[in-house]
């Protein structure tokens, strides 16, 4: 389910530099970019260049991006930062993230005309200069149905809630997973 990006602050403070964010993401080749891991969810086109991954900072790629990385380590209880991209004609399958406890929120920086997540019952597209926030565990898949590439910056966060529902972040799967696809991820 979506929620009120108004209710976290932080996304004024994106959506306010959200063309320094763009211009740092432009310099970046495509071959910055790495796959998303969970490849049974798409056949090819869904890229990311990570900031944080897991709470851990991915130093090489946060010193090619310094204005970025300054703003998304002003965000509370920070996860993950990244950059997200989604090729023409890539369809995410429906899925449900995790761990519960975590929100996640897309600032919309390039090719959003055309492109398309639903959340649940409701879908939205992206906009340039834009944030929403919504709940990854909810089921949701995205498409890009444009004329070109969009690219995100996704957030990860934590946010409050009850104890028995809250997953560990470290849960072994999710580190198994990462570890084993992704190169710039290496649990310490």
């Given at each position: 389910m979506y929620k009120n990006s108004q209710d976290f602050p932080f996304t004024k403070i994106l959506e306010d530099n959200w063309l320094t964010i763009r211009r740092e993401l432009e310099q970046l080749s495509d071959r910055s970019f790495v796959e998303w891991p969970e490849k049974h969810l798409y056949q090819d086109g869904w890229d990311i260049f990570g900031l944080y991954a897991f709470g851990m900072?991915?130093?090489k790629n946060c010193q090619l991006c310094p204005e970025t990385t300054k703003l998304v380590e002003q965000i509370p209880n920070l996860v993950t930062a990244g950059f997200s991209s989604l090729k023409v004609g890539t369809h995410i399958k429906p899925h449900t993230g995790y761990p519960d406890g975590v929100?996640?929120?897309?600032?919309?920086?390039v090719g959003c005309e055309g492109c398309g997540l639903r959340v649940g019952d409701e879908t939205?597209?992206?906009?340039?200069?834009?944030?929403f926030v919504f709940d990854d565990t909810t089921e949701h898949e995205a498409w890009n149905r444009g004329t070109q590439t969009r690219i995100v910056l996704l957030l990860d966060f934590k946010y409050p809630v009850d104890e028995e529902q809250s997953n560990n972040l470290e849960d072994k799967s999710v580190m198994e997973l990462l570890k084993g696809a992704l190169p710039f991820f290496k649990k310490k």
């Open positions: 900072k991915l130093d929100l996640r929120c897309h600032l919309g920086l939205r597209g992206w906009e340039e200069g834009k944030t």
